[in-house]
């Protein structure tokens, strides 16, 4: 039933946390109607992330740049923001949308998380750059830092998602199916790749448990296979 909710790897957890209460129950005398043994612990779900290469990311953005008939300016400048935004600081797409105007400073800012915890997060200049862009030619009183200009309310991430999806329609085949969640999966490949702590990266994008930042080193240092066969004279 769990399993029609919630994700493979979120019920794994569950049944672990189950067991390691009952294994205390034994130890502290109680009786149970079951041998903890039992309780076998399902296998990590294998996932394979599609993700965007920095060359690739820079190119998508430059997708959300370009100007096009019948769309603002306004709509364009958030829209790369939005992308560098997620690119170089690695929060999800609900944070971006969670974000006043007045929440950076200094390239930096504080976010809340899924487990309603607090972390710092950073941009690199570009970033502020390009949100400085767009914030110039705001002319409205509204808080958040990104808003639709159809609804002239905060930005959703289904509004998110709808930008992206429109920049993929209009790549003539280059990206399909790129949502805001890929660039933050580039965030941790290009963390990685230049050679930033695992932990540090997890605590950067948010991670309550490191093996969730894990599943990125599948997917980094491509000099690795090539390091590994050569020691097994595969080469």
Not at 36 to 58: G, H, Y
Request: one cysteine or more.
């Amino acid at each position: 039933m769990l399993y029609s909710y919630q994700k493979p790897d979120t019920v794994r957890g569950y049944i672990v946390c189950l067991k390691c209460f009952f294994k205390y129950c034994q130890r502290k005398g109680r009786q149970l109607l079951f041998d903890t043994e039992d309780i076998k612990i399902p296998k990590r779900e294998k996932r394979t992330l599609d993700i965007p290469t920095e060359d690739e990311v820079e190119e998508f953005i430059s997708i959300l740049a370009m100007k096009r008939r019948g769309y603002c300016n306004a709509n364009r400048l958030r829209n790369v923001a939005i992308g560098r935004l997620i690119f170089s600081s690695g929060i999800r797409v609900s944070e971006v949308c969670s974000l006043n105007r007045n929440s950076i400073k200094n390239r930096q800012f504080t976010i809340v998380g899924k487990s309603r915890d607090s972390r710092i997060c950073f941009i690199d200049s570009q970033t502020e750059k390009c949100i400085a862009d767009y914030l110039k030619i705001r002319t409205d009183n509204n808080p958040a830092l990104f808003i639709s200009y159809q609804t002239e309310k905060r930005m959703t991430p289904g509004n998110v998602r709808n930008a992206f999806e429109a920049a993929c329609a209009r790549s003539d085949g280059q990206f399909v199916g790129i949502r805001p969640h890929a660039l933050r999966h580039s965030f941790a490949t290009k963390m990685l790749n230049r050679r930033v702590d695992l932990r540090y990266i997890g605590d950067l994008m948010g991670h309550a448990d490191l093996n969730t930042t894990k599943v990125y080193t599948h997917y980094t240092n491509p000099q690795l296979r090539a390091i590994y066969d050569r020691a097994h004279g595969e080469i």
